[in-house]
């Protein structure tokens, strides 16, 4: 998952045409680890769209416009466009990760 770092490489990212899923994260969340732990087999199960990752505290303006109260976030861009947030009480399990992302497989 290739790292966002920024505003720029953002807006080019969300704006490429593809789904997008951008991971938002913190170094020192405990929560954010334990999803590392499990995301690679998500991640090649929806090897559909393209995976990012932002640190949270590097580009808090992103986190604040996209309305991410909670890490870890999942958010899901197409087209510039946020149609999915995943908010971190709900992104603690890969059962919940992988229900999240059920609607927008190809």
């Known amino acids: 998952m290739n790292q966002i770092s ?3 490489s953002f807006n080019e990212i969300i704006n490429n045409g593809e789904t ?3 991971k938002f ?3 020192w ?3 954010c680890t334990r999803m590392d732990m499990f995301i690679p087999e998500i991640i090649e ?3 559909d769209k393209k995976w990012f990752s932002l640190n949270k505290d590097e580009l808090p303006e ?3 416009k996209y309305d991410v109260m909670g890490i870890p976030s999942l958010l899901v861009f197409k087209d510039g466009e946020k149609i999915g947030h995943l908010h971190s ?3 603690k399990t890969p059962e919940q ?3 999240f992302l059920a609607p927008f497989k190809k």
């Open 89 to 91: 009480a709900n992104a």
């Open 25 to 27: 994260f913190t170094t």
């Open 29 to 31: 969340c405990p929560d």
């Open 6 to 8: 920024t505003t720029e």
């Open 20 to 22: 997008n899923v951008i």
């Open 97 to 99: 990760v992988e229900e």
């Open 45 to 47: 199960e929806n090897a």
């Open 62 to 64: 992103l986190a604040e």
